[in-house]
C-alpha cells in the first residue's frame, strides 16, 4: 500500500511543484491550502507516512498547525517544514514542537525526493 | 537610514530578484528604477507585505503573462488562475529571499501572505510618506527571442523607522539553522 503524505501550502503552484518532485515515487498524496485543512486531512487519514508543511499561510500557519497536531496527540506523524523562511528563531521553534527537517524554497526537487523518502520510511 | 543604506537596500532587492528569476530559468538583466511613479501595467501582480520593529512596507511584482506561463511548474498548461497563483508565489519567494539577506544587516522581518490582480492599465498609487523604488528588468536575450522584449517590475516599498540602520553583522547563524534558499535540515 502507498505511504500517504499530505501536502500543506496555501499556493497550488507550489503544492504541483512538490507533487512533481515527489509523485514519482508512488505516495498517495493528500493537499491542503492551510494549517486547518492540514488538520481536517490529518485527523481523516491517521496513517499519514509524512505531512509537508508550509509556514506562512491564511488562517491557520504551519508553527500553529505542528502546535494544534501535537496538543491533539497527533504529533508523532513526521512533519517536514518546506518554506522561504530560514529566520533560526523559526526553525528552533518548529524544532521544539517536533518537526523533523526544514527546507528553504525554492528547493532542489532530488534533495526534497531524498528528505521525504527518509522521514516517510520509505528511504530506497 | 541614510541614502547610502537605501541604495544598499535597494542592491539587495535587485540581486535577490535576480537570483529569484534565475532560479526560475529565466535570465533577465536590470534595466534601471522606473521613472514614472505610477505607469499603467498590462500584467499580472502580485503585492506581499511585510512589517518589523524598523522597517514596514511591501513589494510588488509585475509580470507579464508570457513570463509567467513559461516558467510555471506545468509547462504551459497553466490557467489564468494558475497564473495568478503563481505570481503570488514569486512574490512570497522573493520576499521570502530578501527578508534572509536583511537580517544579515540586523534588520528583522515578518512577512504577510501575497494578494494578487490581473487587469489592463492597472496603476499604483503610493503612501506619500514611505520610500519607494520600481526595479526594472528585461528578459534576457533567449527569452527575447522567445517571448519579444518583456519587462518585470519589482517595486520596493518601504517606511523606514527613524534610528534604523542597516549594518552588515559578522554573526553567523546558530548550528542546525539553514543559511539561504535550498538548504535541507534534518533534525
Known sequence: MSKKVIIVDDSRTARLQI?????????????????KEGLEKLRAHPDTALVVLDLNMPRMNGLEMLSTAKSLGQGGVPFLLL?????????????????????????????????????????? | MDSSEWD?????????????????????????????DD??????LAVIG???????????LSAPTEVLRATHPSGGAASDDDLLDWAGELSNLLLGRIKNAIRR????????TPLMFSGLHLRISSVRSSNHAAHRFSCGEAHKLALGELLL????????????????????PPAGSPRGEGDVILF
Not at chain 1, 523562511?85 to 532542489?108: D, H, N, Y
Not at chain 2, 535576480?18 to 514614472?36: M, P, S
Not at chain 2, 517590475?153 to 553567523?172: M, Y
Request: aromatic share 6%.
Open chain 1, 83 to 124: 518554506t522561504t523562511e530560514a529566520q533560526p528563531e523559526l526553525v528552533q521553534q518548529a524544532r521544539a514542537l517536533g518537526a523533523k527537517a526544514w527546507i528553504v524554497k525554492p528547493f532542489i526537487p532530488d534533495q526534497l525526493r531524498a528528505a521525504v523518502a527518509k522521514l516517510s520510511g520509505a528511504a530506497r
Open chain 2, 8 to 36: 544598499k537596500l535597494n542592491e539587495i532587492v535587485v540581486e535577490c530578484s535576480r537570483a529569484l528569476f534565475a532560479a526560475c530559468g529565466v535570465h533577465v538583466d536590470y534595466a534601471g528604477v522606473a521613472t514614472k
Open chain 1, 19 to 35: 507533487i512533481n518532485a515527489i509523485s514519482v515515487d508512488g505516495y498517495e498524496l493528500i493537499e491542503a491550502v492551510d494549517g
Open chain 2, 39 to 44: 505607469a499603467p501595467f498590462d500584467t499580472t
Open chain 2, 50 to 60: 511585510y512589517g518589523g520593529a524598523h522597517l514596514r512596507g511591501s513589494v510588488l
Open chain 2, 153 to 172: 517590475q519589482v517595486r520596493f516599498e518601504a517606511n523606514v523607522e527613524p534610528g534604523a540602520r542597516l549594518t552588515a553583522t559578522s554573526e553567523e
Open chain 2, 105 to 112: 544587516y540586523g534588520l528583522v522581518i515578518e512577512m504577510s
